[in-house]
């Protein structure tokens, strides 16, 4: 097991993901926090958040991860996330896509190169933004999008083990079928990689 050292032990790091059902925004917090609990020494929670007709419609998934020692006590929806992941740049039109992120935070969206929407000027003038074209690389990879944005995020918070990651995400798949566990690995190593 290797320990990961959260940036600030004394408090939790919250990760939102904003998708639209059927992206595997669900699937991606499940892996992650699996991955942070079992193999990073880390305590963490995942819980998702749709309508009642999941594929198709707003989909919010969360990832509360502490430090070893810090029980996590709380399955409240993030409202202040350090990071937030959005799978479908439609949903930046919507001011509560971006809301309550801090001014240091991190905001990863799936658009293409030519796709930065002008809401991008809500975000904090403090936050960092990557853009990854996630659709593409999947469909390119015979992957899906989550496996594209769970590389980008390892790559855009250091003490995430990205091996770790990609480890979980591998397993979910290699029995039942080896080559979607092979595509999803090109996938969120190109995702670790082509972002800007």
Not at 46 to 62: C, I, L, N
Not at 71 to 85: M, T
Not at 157 to 185: C, G, H, M, S
Request: include cysteine; hydrophobic fraction near 45%.
């Amino acid at each position: 097991m290797n320990t990961c050292v959260l940036p600030d032990a004394d408090r939790f790091f919250e990760i939102r993901f904003e998708s639209i059902g059927g992206l595997g925004a669900h699937a991606a917090g499940q892996i992650l926090a699996r991955a942070a609990v079992l193999d990073m020494d880390l305590n963490g929670s995942h819980f998702s958040s749709y309508g009642s007709e999941k594929k198709g419609s707003v989909v919010r998934s969360y990832v509360r991860l502490g430090a070893s020692d810090r029980p996590i006590r709380s399955s409240a929806p993030i409202d202040s996330p350090d990071v937030i992941v959005v799978f479908h740049s439609a949903l930046l039109a919507q001011d509560v896509t971006i809301a309550g992120m801090k001014s240091a935070g991190v905001l990863i969206f799936n658009a293409a190169a030519d796709g930065v929407p002008d809401s991008l000027k809500r975000a904090p003038a403090g936050a960092r933004i990557i853009r990854i074209d996630a659709t593409n690389i999947a469909i390119e990879e015979l992957s899906r999008p989550n496996a594209v944005l769970l590389g980008t995020l390892c790559a855009a918070v250091p003490f995430l083990d990205a091996d770790i990651v990609l480890n979980a995400l591998t397993e979910k798949f290699k029995q039942r079928n080896p080559q979607a566990a092979a595509a999803n690995e090109r996938a969120f190593r190109r995702g670790a990689e082509e972002y800007e």
